[in-house]
Nanobody, 115 residues
Framework: QVQLVESGGGLVQPGGSLRVSCAAS????????MGWYRQAPGKQRELVAS???????NYADSVLGRFAISRDGAKNMVYLQMNSLKPEDTAVYYC?????????WGQGTQVTVSS
């Protein structure tokens, strides 16, 4: 029923920009709390950004001022705009939805920041 599909990842140089997208089905994101997580090899999956049901956003300290989460209710999509990218931003980025304590994840999209 719930399905999340990420896209838009790729290779970008340090200082560059990239936008990843999450297409949701089985839910209405306008009434859902959504988040973007990332996971690098050998590291724990970490929360990068989130948006509440009321549209308020929160960011990890490491990306504050550089990343922006947004949503388009008409298209039922969530976006993560990433600017001033650094090599340490390299990771697989996942879209997340939580309902009644259960997490729903997409398959992820790879973002690599390298010169």
């Amino acid at each position: 029923q719930v399905q999340l599909v990420e896209s838009g990842g790729g290779l970008v140089q340090p200082g560059g920009s990239l936008r990843v997208s999450c297409a949701a089905s089985g839910i209405d994101i306008r009434f859902s709390a959504m988040g973007w997580y990332r996971q690098a090899p050998g590291k724990q999956r970490e929360l990068v950004a989130s948006i509440t049901r009321n549209g308020y956003t929160n960011y990890a300290d490491s990306v504050l001022g550089r990343f922006a989460i947004s949503r388009d209710g008409a298209k039922n999509m969530v976006y993560l705009q990433m600017n001033s990218l650094k090599p340490e931003d390299t990771a697989v980025y996942y879209c997340n939805y939580n309902r009644n304590g259960a997490d729903y994840w997409g398959q992820g999209t790879q973002v690599t920041v390298s010169s």
